[in-house]
Each structure stands twice: as C-alpha cells, then as structure tokens.
C-alpha cells in the first residue's frame, strides 16, 4: 500500500516559490514520462486499476518502471493505492506504445504476469499519457517531491509525500506552505483521473 500526502498548489507562482524555498534541500530532479494501458475490453478501469509506463531520461530513455495500481482512494489530502512496480527493458517499453501487445509478451514480467492472471487480460490498448518534471527534496526527515505536471489540456502543480505517518507530514508540510503565504489546497483526485477527464482539477 503506497500512502502519500497530496497537496495541489494552485498556480506556477506558488509553485516556483514553494520550489525557492526548497532548494538548499533539493536532491534531483526527475524528468518522467507517464503513459498508461487498459485491457481492450477496459478490464482494468472497471475494476479501479491502471497499468502504467514511467520513463525517465527526457529525449532518451535511460529506464523504464511498470506499475499496476488498484483500488484508490484519496481523502483530505492523503491518498491511499495499492502499488506493484518493478524494471522492464525501456526499449520493449516503448516500443509498446505502438504495439501494446509486446508488454503482455514479456514473460519475465511479474506484474504483467499478474495483468493477465488476476484480471484475464488478453489484449491492452494504450490510452497516452503526459509527461511531468519532479523536485526531489529532503526536509526535516521527509521525502517531498514536488510535480509540475504536463497535459495537453493545461498544467497542474502538486506536492506529494510517501509517508508512513501522512497525517504529521502533511502537517509538517501544511505549516511550511501556510508561514510562506503559499496557496494550496487537498487534492481530490489522481494525476491518472486529472488525464482521463480531460481537464485541470
């Protein structure tokens, strides 16, 4: 179970302040690109979960995870998500955007081991995907990363916290927005449900 604090910082100007105020603690930055799959009969969204592509390196991939999440839930700023992850060759990852049937042909894949036995999937389709820049940074003992997230229908700004105690981290990072006249607010919804409504929360 991945539980995270989800906080969405209402516009590019918190967005860059939030990010100046951070950055002696900055510890990378992450370009990714997000592309999800559904079974052709859409067999996994029926049932609340999304098979993901995340690829890192920017022009050129320089790795690639694949994730299968289920049965999410967010609430006052704190979400909750079953999560699986592991490698898969970046150049089969790729090449499946085009051709989604090569992701069910990798059998050395778990996770796409359990998108067929657990859900009886035996085709995907892609559905696209956007892509996102992600702030690493270290601060008072928690992981923030902070996302400036790429549509095709407009930008979106968010703070994320994988946390094992989200409530004292949210308040660690509630406080810190709040003293710095930051705007913000709970997020209400995924950056996977954001994609598919084909609108900015």
């Known amino acids: 179970m991945e539980v995270e604090v989800k906080l969405r910082l209402l516009d590019a100007i918190s967005h860059q302040k939030i990010s100046n105020i951070l950055s002696p603690f900055r510890s990378k930055v992450l370009l990714q690109e997000n592309i999800f799959f559904d079974g052709t009969a859409a067999e996994l969204s029926t049932n609340l979960a999304v098979l993901r ?21 967010i609430s ?8 699986d992850e592991e490698p898969i060759d970046p150049t089969i990852a790729r090449a ?43 601060w008072n003992g928690l992981t923030i990363e902070i996302d400036e997230t790429h549509y095709n229908f407009g930008t979106n700004y968010e703070i994320e916290c994988e946390s094992s105690d989200p409530e004292n981290a949210k308040r660690l990072i509630e406080q810190l927005l709040k003293i710095n006249g930051i705007r913000y607010s709970f997020s209400e919804f995924s950056k996977f449900a954001i994609f598919r409504s084909g609108k900015l929360q």
């Open 53 to 73: 592509l995340r690829f890192y390196g920017g022009s050129v991939d320089s790795s690639c995870i694949v994730s299968l999440k289920a049965k999410p839930t």
């Open 96 to 138: 499946s955007i085009a051709e989604p049937w090569r992701l069910l042909s990798v059998d050395s894949s778990r996770i796409l081991k359990r998108v067929k036995d657990e859900y009886g999937i035996g085709g995907l389709v892609c559905l696209g995907g956007f892509k996102n820049v992600r702030q690493v940074f270290i």
């Open 76 to 83: 006052e700023g704190i979400s909750r998500v079953e999560e």
